[in-house]
């Protein structure tokens, strides 16, 4: 694969990702699109990587997997605190945050 094609793969990732975020209202879908907006950044990154001929952008995937995981733990911990409250994972169902 050129780097081209990494930077194509990437901007269809974040697009899909975006698309998701935007339109979606259940919580867990709202996190795999999360999920996929980190994801293209890494394929940005591998590619990036790809083109200098270096290792630098591999080596940040994984910092960056770390942390989208620890993400996704502890947001979905909030997600069975927020559906044993409410009963519901709909966005529009979450007042909590407001006064």
Known sequence: MTPFD?????????AVGLFGVIVRRNVISL????????????????GFSKLHGNLFGEVFVFFVL?????????GLA?????YRYRKSVNTEDFSLLRW
């Open 66 to 74: 770390a942390v989208a995981a620890a993400e996704a733990a502890v």
């Open 6 to 14: 990494f930077f194509v793969l990437s901007g269809l990732l974040f």
């Open 78 to 82: 909030i997600v069975v605190a927020l």
């Open 31 to 46: 996190f795999f699109s999360l999920e996929l907006l980190l994801n293209s950044a890494n394929v940005l990154l591998v």
